[in-house]
């Protein structure tokens, strides 16, 4: 009894851990663009992001019951086979979470934990464990359409927005009001991300308690402290701010304007809001991402790096069997070893992890470098390698020039003084 009080708190802890690195993840889908278009400075919008990820993990508990009674059978497995599982998963998780997390790219924490439960279930379980029609239907589907359905919307709200304001063309601060609703939008896409992601944990946890038989499985909606746990750890992740991922959605896919960091904040929300109602547990980075290409798609003129997209879509398509094959290790270790295996997973997890944090202090990114192309003032946006000068620049080389020509007189004029004392 004593062991598995122990398992499932670490598992808890685990969990946990998981839920927090999901926050610093994920900070990106809300306010990597309010960043990249001087509409938020980088402190205000994570702390936003934080308070509106609290709270939106109180406002439903849907998508937690797709983790808890929907993409593993565990009724047809023993709470002291499962625990192990979920263990070995969440490792699976975490892990490919840092890794992302250190190459900066957005990936799926969603797709990563189902991905280590999955793999870990095969192991430790069997196949028949795993209901690949709640597999396929709640998680692979909404994967594959949301992103595509985010970057429709995107381009479409940015052509009616670029259309609607047709006579600021010639005028390059003209759509800076875009700027406020941005602010809006954004925060709406943190508290959507609260409504979505922090359930996700809330469901492991509460799998856990099912299968521990500390929970009854008539009855999967998380406990009260399971929801303020979770709210709390990932608001507190978030807080953390993904500053590497930051920077590529804010920068790295394309040049945003305030015009297109509203339509792409806009298109995620909805998105993300529309999934969580009906229970669907998708990644709310694919749903960012698509978004933020779609904008830049629907902004005349701009340029789409489509290498980083290329790295992104890799990193996608890898999330799921790369977690997978992770939790499967530990699973095995812990099939062939047992408790000892446990130990062994959880002394290879820390190292990792450590190891992998270590790597990234090399080459440190933090608020005050992720956005370098914004000014200091968190107003000014750089969207050119040459951008037009400022009015403040103007003046300034203006009085430059004069003082230039005014020099130049002064010269002409003693070179001809010069001229006719000489004679």
Sequence with gaps: METAALLVALVIALALFFDFTNGFHDTANAMATPIATGALRPKVAVLLAAILNLVGAFLSTEV????SHGIIREE???GTTMLPIIFAGLIGAITWNMLTWLLGLPSSSSHALFGGLIGATVVGASVAAIDFGQVLSKVVLPAVI??????????????IAYAVTRRYDNKPDGRDGFRWGQIFTSSLVALAHGTNDAQKTMGVITLALI???WQDPEHADPQTWVIFAC????????YMGGWRIIRTLGKGLTDVKPAQGFSAETA???TILASSAFGFALSTTQVASGSVIGSGLGRRGSKVRWRTVGRIAIGWVLTLPAAAAVGAACAFLIVWFGPWGIAVDAVLAVAVILGLFLRSRRTAVTSANAMSEVAESGRA?????NPPPTRRQRAAMRAEARRAREEAAAAARREKREKEASK
């Design 64 to 67: 937690s019951k797709t983790i």
């Design 76 to 78: 047809s497995i023993s």
């Design 146 to 159: 949301a992103p595509f359905t985010a970057g429709v919307i995107a381009f479409a709200a940015t052509r």
């Design 211 to 213: 299968v521990a038989g």
């Design 231 to 238: 709210a709390i750890t990932i608001a507190l992740g978030t």
């Design 268 to 270: 995620t929300a909805s």
């Design 381 to 385: 946006v750089k969207v050119k390698r």
